[in-house]
């Protein structure tokens, strides 16, 4: 197929805290920038401010076609995948090291785009750069093994890369989870094609630009913004795409999961919704627990998978760390992200602000009790004041449904049977937390719950080091640590008669 397209300029841009950039504008395709096949462009908003920041380029199942060709050919006929991993490592390290020294102002970039503080867009980026580094170190790391069955035979495994690889980010961690995605992939010898969220694509975009500057052959990582399903559709129903890896609501992973089996039965890993539960236990320490409650919760406001968005407390503290949240939780200031003040900033999009401000009034007309917040902040950007309810009852839809926002509800419990049984009543399940001053309890309760990251008197606490995702519908596979290699690479058997 013969494709047309054009280069697509990069426009200078002045972010709120004055540092200066040059954002790339178009899509990227085997190491260039350039025009969607259609020339469709969406415009890109400031969450804080309501206002526009840029136009990019819109893709579609045409650029999706065209990146598959580039990618595919990088594949199989350069040695990306083939040469020694050592060289591949070498060009992750240079990434690395290119994203430390633009830490700054790829975090200023996520907080513009995004909304979130810049203090968090930095810890994201930070993340990055650990995961950029352990995928290059652990690149020449993947080896097989060897099977005795008799002298007749030699027996050995190898593990292989997949191929073309899709993958699709959610706007709640734009470049954390593009990294995510990323590194494994190509350390393992893959080659992907990306697709960020509509909403907050210029992190990609100016990572793309590194990529370049770091060397990286044609066609290994290609980044293609969308402003519809159509890009997300072609990566998942495309048939010279091997893997798809997906992150983002229970819902739509199911259609992702039908879609790639359907399709050529695509290697598949989802990272989807959560409802996660934070046990409370009598004896925990409140002056502690509360900024992990806080970070559980309202942590990017709320818009974290695994926010701890069900808070249980054993009856025996439970008046005195209401009162105790409460007071807490009204000291946090809300409003401009790029303010160091602030620990919370904007949400990130306009359907996601209207979302959650439904939800807190659905939660009133169900009869919970507000301790504090439930309202919006100020008139301008979409800005949301950190809401408790309380004694709540389980079958409430605020309990049960994913809200994705600064939202939280505190319940009452007994005893540990009686905690875990209220936490683990959830079709979700991605994290949860406990809070206790008693190691056995801490050890017994983590074995209890139906959760693929527990967080022991620390919540939303990541490293790179260590696996996370979900099970029930909260997805399969795992992103970060040794085990999300194995998302990006299959075993080969050989078995030789000697």
């Known amino acids: 197929m013969k494709y047309n397209f054009e280069q697509s300029d990069p ?29 469709a462009t969406s415009t890109i908003e400031d969450p804080a401010t309501e206002t526009p920041i840029v ?25 990306w995948a083939t040469q020694d991993p050592k060289l591949r490592a070498k060009v992750i390290y240079k990434l690395a090291d290119l994203v430390e020294q633009n830490k700054e102002l790829i975090a200023s970039i996520e ?17 990055g750069i650990d995961c950029l580094r352990d995928a290059a170190s652990y690149a020449d790391k993947i080896n ?8 007749e035979y030699m027996n050995f495994t190898m593990k292989t890369p997949i191929g073309v690889c ?14 995510w995605k990323i590194a494994p992939a190509i350390a393992m010898g893959n080659t992907i094609i990306l697709k960020p969220a509509p909403a907050t694509p210029l992190t990609a975009l100016f990572f793309a630009s590194l990529v370049q500057q770091a060397g990286m052959p044609a066609g290994v990582v290609n980044i293609i913004p969308s402003a519809g399903v159509s890009v997300g559709t072609a990566l998942t129903q495309h048939p010279k795409i091997r893997k798809i890896a997906f992150t983002g609501s229970t819902g739509i992973g199911k259609h992702v999961a039908n879609s790639a089996a359907s399709s050529n039965l695509k290697k598949t890993t989802l990272e989807l919704g959560g409802k996660s539960a934070h046990l409370v236990f009598n004896d ?30 054993q009856e025996g503290i439970y008046d005195e760390l209401l009162a105790a949240f409460k007071a807490y939780v009204e000291d946090l200031k809300v409003g401009n992200p790029f303010d160091k003040s602030n620990f919370q900033g904007a949400i990130s999009t306009k359907p996601q602000f209207e979302t959650i401000l439904n939800y807190i009034n659905i939660g009133k007309e169900e009869g919970a009790k507000i301790l504090t917040g439930g309202e919006r902040v100020g008139d301008k950007g979409y800005f949301v004041r950190p809401t408790i309810f309380y004694d709540v009852k389980e079958d409430m839809r605020i309990v049960k449904e ?33 809070e206790t001053e008693n190691l056995s309890t801490a050890l017994r309760v983590a074995k209890m719950l139906h959760a693929g990251t527990v967080w022991v008197n620390t919540y ?39």
Do not use: H
């Not at 136009?55 to 199989?76: K, R």
């Not at 785009?113 to 810890?123: E, I, R, V």
């Open 11 to 39: 426009v200078e841009i002045t972010l709120p805290n004055g540092l200066t950039y040059s954002q790339p504008t178009g899509l990227f395709i085997n190491n260039e920038f350039i025009q969607s096949q259609s020339y």
């Open 55 to 79: 136009d990019v380029a819109s893709g579609s199942s045409e650029d999706v076609d065209y990146a598959v060709e580039c990618a595919e050919y990088t594949f199989n006929q350069s040695k």
């Open 111 to 127: 907080t513009y785009n995004n909304g979130k503080t810049l203090a968090l867009s930095t810890g994201d980026v930070e993340v």
């Open 144 to 151: 097989g093994r060897v099977i005795e069955s008799g002298e």
């Open 166 to 179: 899709g993958q699709i980010i959610p706007w709640n961690f734009p470049f954390m989870m593009l990294i």
């Open 284 to 313: 925990a320490n409140i002056e502690k627990t509360l900024p992990n409650l806080v970070n559980g919760i309202f942590k990017n406001a709320g818009q974290i998978c695994s926010s701890g968005s069900r808070i249980y407390i």
């Open 402 to 434: 994913e809200i994705f926002g600064p939202v939280v509800t505190i319940s009452k419990f007994s005893t540990i049977e009686d905690g875990v049984a209220m936490a683990n009543d959830s079709e979700f399940g991605l994290g949860a937390g406990i």
């Open 460 to 498: 939303n606490d990541f490293d790179s080091r260590v696996p996370f995702g979900g099970v029930k519908q909260s997805g399969y596979g795992r992103e970060m640590g040794e085990e999300v290699y194995a998302n990006y690479t299959e075993v080969k058997a050989v078995r030789i008669k000697l």
